[in-house]
């Protein structure tokens, strides 16, 4: 009999992520595309194709299907995803489950990391707060062991904050959003107006105001996590953090320097996560392996 095994699938900016995982969380058969690929044809029609060739190559059996998403999910419903609107208030996982007739589960991309994070560090911590900056500016709340979503799926957004005096306009539609001077679209920007490549960002900008400017912004939204729910762990994790030279330790001390008491700097740790590009296909498994059945 062939083994029974989750296909965790993780939808982001840049690239589509497919990996199986196993009842031992072991990812299998890593699978990667660009997203660019589908550009001007149908989202979904793309991706249902791209599952089925996946699935017709693969050993082993394909038991349920995790999809993180970039965007906001409420009730396995696409709310929100600025970066693929096709996907906003469509019905992915009916979708999905008519064509492959087998569990579906749609959830926040960064909200399957977490899940995968929470499940590999193999420790006790209850309440944590994981940041993964990429192109935006990703947060992702565990409460008492569980995910907290909020009332409608928002909760945890807060790239979203707004920064008093500043006023770029978010694909959110609101402007001054944390994620717009935090995130790797501020990076971009910085690099562009300094005429450097971003391969070398944080070696050649190492010092310089701007990169002050965008660490210390980075250090507010994590402190404003801190102050809002008091977590025994924090995690950072992306792409913007696993840059070249990016000063993780600096970022640290900022964070500590603005905590309100030693009582909180001293009962607070910060880790950088090494789950790798896959962590949101690991998660997919973690969810249906665990996460559904407490
Ligand atoms: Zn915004």
Not at 69 to 82: A, E, F, L, Y
Not at 257 to 286: F, H, P
């Amino acid at each position: 009999m062939t083994e029974k095994v989750v296909l965790g699938i993780d939808i982001g900016g840049t690239n589509l992520r497919l990996a199986l995982v196993d009842n031992n969380y072991k990812t299998h058969d890593m699978f990667i595309t660009n997203i660019a690929d589908y550009k001007n044809k149908n989202f979904k029609k793309w991706l249902i194709n791209t599952i089925n060739d996946y699935i017709e190559n693969s050993s082993k059996e394909v038991a349920a299907i995790g999809v993180g998403v970039p965007g906001i999910v409420d009730r396995d419903q696409i709310i929100s995803c600025p970066n693929i609107t096709e996907l906003e208030n469509s019905k992915l996982k009916e979708t999905l489950y008519n064509q492959f007739k087998i569990p579906i589960v749609i959830e926040k991309d960064v909200n399957l990391i977490m899940l995968a994070e929470q499940k590999l560090l193999n420790r006790t911590a209850q309440n944590i707060v994981g940041f993964f900056i990429g192109t935006g500016f990703g947060c992702s709340i565990i409460i008492n062991g569980r995910l907290y979503k909020g009332f409608r799926g928002f909760a945890g957004e807060l790239g979203h904050i707004p920064l008093k005096g500043k006023s770029k306009p978010c694909n959110c539609g609101s402007k001054g959003c944390l994620e717009m001077y935090a995130a790797g679209k501020a990076l971009e920007k910085i690099a562009s107006n300094n005429n450097i490549t971003i391969e070398n960002f944080f070696i050649d900008m190492k010092g310089k105001s701007e990169v002050e400017e965008f660490l210390d912004n980075l250090a507010i939204g994590i402190v404003t996590s801190v102050n809002l729910l008091d977590p025994e762990l924090i995690i950072i994790d992306g792409g913007v953090i696993r840059m070249k030279g990016f000063p993780l330790k600096y970022l640290k001390e900022l964070i500590k320097q603005r905590l309100r008491s030693n009582i909180m700097i001293d009962n607070l740790e910060i880790i950088d996560s090494n789950i790798g590009k896959y962590g949101g296909c690991l998660g997919a498994g973690v969810y249906f392996f665990d996460y559904i059945q407490k």
